[in-house]
């Protein structure tokens, strides 16, 4: 499906505001970017392997809306034909009217056709098979290689918003995960993501796993590696929301269950987390974080001693950090 990109080059204070007009007119779903600095819940919401960081703010913007393409070579907007030229004076007509009211900086629009495959496929090109110790992580693009048929093989589809598992945080949680899960382990995966770590538990030899994540995208990644890895739906559940603010998911996840939490985020989240996790936990369950960036080291561990659990290993790579600790079997 072919696409007709409206780029509009403006400034960070008008972007709410052009978005809300431009909606009016059929145009959603906007592409932002810009450099302003995430604040500090957006941080706690992103249960993400690595904190995304920018260069300085400069105050300019671009918006990007896109709008359908006909076999004609038309553009379909709200269910009705038009044209690029209509669809490009409309947006410049309202850009033009705000502009008698408000600074939206230089205001241009460029224009160009795009496709589907343009922002869905072309991340495939950089994902290709590779090895953590004796396990072949590979995607359904690809094929095992004959002389590594003896590994554990999982195969992970991450899609355009999950991790695969090539990031030193995730090794470090898999890892520290190959040490402590037994037969009997019942696991919580929070932030699953794709369902990496919980999948690979069960491969591991873990009873049963419960994941959380924030982002709905994630039931759709979830299912689809799950069925690659012939992993059945009771064995692994999902649960989207927020497990640090919502008592109805904290109590779905259910009361001190776990054998092993494991939590590959950010050291912004981990603080939050981890006296909720205790809830969460067996006593005498494991706790395994990661996602910590080295300078945030002594913060997470300050936080896993805070909510009164016992620091067992500390593990570097590269230079992120993975904690690993224990709840007491005794308070």
């Known amino acids: 499906m072919k696409w007709m990109k409206f780029r509009i080059k403006t ?59 006909t076999e004609d070579g038309g553009l379909l907007l709200n269910g009705e034909e038009t044209t690029k030229q209509a669809v490009l004076e409309s947006v410049e007509e309202e850009l033009k009217e705000l502009r008698g009211f408000m600074d939206i900086g230089e205001g241009s629009v460029a224009v160009e056709e795009t496709e589907d495959i343009d922002w869905i496929n072309n991340w495939k090109q950089y994902f290709h098979q590779f ?66 770590l919980a999948i690979l538990s069960i491969m591991f030899g873990a ?16 299912r689809e590696n799950k069925e690659a890895n012939g992993i059945a739906d009771e064995v692994f559940k999902l649960i989207i929301g927020n497990i640090i603010t919502e008592r109805e998911i904290q109590e779905q996840v259910g009361t001190e269950c776990y054998d092993i939490v494991a939590a590959n985020i950010l050291a912004e989240v981990l603080v939050p987390l981890t006296p909720v996790i205790v809830n969460h936990l067996k006593k005498g369950g494991i ?32 230079e992120w950090v993975g904690v690993v600790a224990r709840k007491k079997s005794r308070r």
């Open 131 to 196: 090895t953590i110790d004796d396990v072949l992580v590979i995607p359904s693009w690809e094929e095992a290689a004959p002389e590594d048929q003896d590994k554990m093989i999982l195969h992970i589809d991450p899609g355009t918003a999950f991790g695969t598992g090539m990031h030193d945080t995730t090794q470090l949680c898999i890892r520290a995960l190959r040490k402590y899960i037994t037969p009997e382990t019942r696991l919580l995966d929070v932030g699953t993501g794709s369902g990496i």
């Open 11 to 69: 400034i960070t204070d008008a972007e709410d505001i052009i978005i809300s007009t431009l909606y009016d007119i059929g145009l959603e779903g906007a592409q932002i970017e810009d450099k302003i600095p995430l604040t500090a819940l957006e941080k706690e919401q992103m249960f993400v392997d690595i904190l995304p960081e920018g260069p300085e703010d400069d105050g300019i913007a671009y918006l990007s809306f896109f709008v359908e393409e």
């Open 287 to 318: 706790y395994i974080t990661s996602g910590i960036i080295d300078d945030k080291e002594q913060t997470v561990v300050d936080a896993v001693k805070a909510a009164g659990l016992e620091v067992l290993e500390v593990n570097h790579q590269g």
């Open 207 to 222: 009873k049963s796993a419960v994941g959380t994540d924030l982002d709905p995208c994630a039931i759709e990644a979830v």
